[in-house]
């Protein structure tokens, strides 16, 4: 379909299209290909329509249960705005709690709390207790020690300070009790 110039109208036919599909009482999952396909082409047409990315994440994840298609239109949305820290978080959150990948969850959390402000104060503890629970509470260490050289909020560094000492002993306790 030619735009003519006027992408952003384009665009925002295919989400009205989106939109009515998702308001359907009972979406059929034989919908949910051309659902993904109309939040693709919205974003086709206006790569900085941040919100179709979130919804159409979100929607994906936790109401039709199709991570792959979730996944896949938050990378396109992290790829085209890399700024915004919804993407990244709806990312980890699939990654620790669909797929029990719980490192690809705290990395994108982790990259989540590195993003434009303001966002959720709880992202860096939140990343380091997925590394720590998948293993790695080293990195988890090093990730807390950096934001808290960069955190600002006294309140928040008190927490994540202690978070490292506990976190600090669990490690010494492992290398004592191996």
């Excluded at 665009?11 to 290909?33: R, T």
């Amino acid at each position: 379909i030619g735009s003519l110039g006027f992408k952003s109208i384009v665009a925002d036919g295919y989400w009205l299209e989106a939109v009515q599909l998702i308001g359907e009482k009972n979406l059929a999952k034989e919908n949910y290909n051309q659902l993904y396909q109309l939040i693709d082409r919205t974003t086709d047409f206006d790569p900085q329509f941040s919100y179709a990315y979130e919804v159409g994440g979100v929607f994906f994840s936790l109401h039709a249960n199709r991570i792959d298609l979730s996944n896949a239109i938050l990378l396109k949305g992290i790829n085209r705005d890399s700024t915004s820290w919804q993407p990244w978080f709806y990312l980890g959150f699939n990654y620790f709690y669909h797929l029990k990948d719980t490192q690809k969850g705290a990395y994108y959390i982790a990259e989540a709390s590195k993003r434009r402000k303001p966002l959720p104060p709880y992202f860096p503890l939140l990343a380091a207790r997925l590394y720590a629970q998948g293993g790695r509470p080293e990195t988890a260490i090093f990730f807390l020690k950096t934001v808290y050289l960069n955190t600002k909020e006294e309140t928040i560094k008190e927490n994540i300070k202690r978070r490292i000492e506990e976190l600090e002993k669990e490690v010494m306790e492992q290398t004592i009790n191996k």
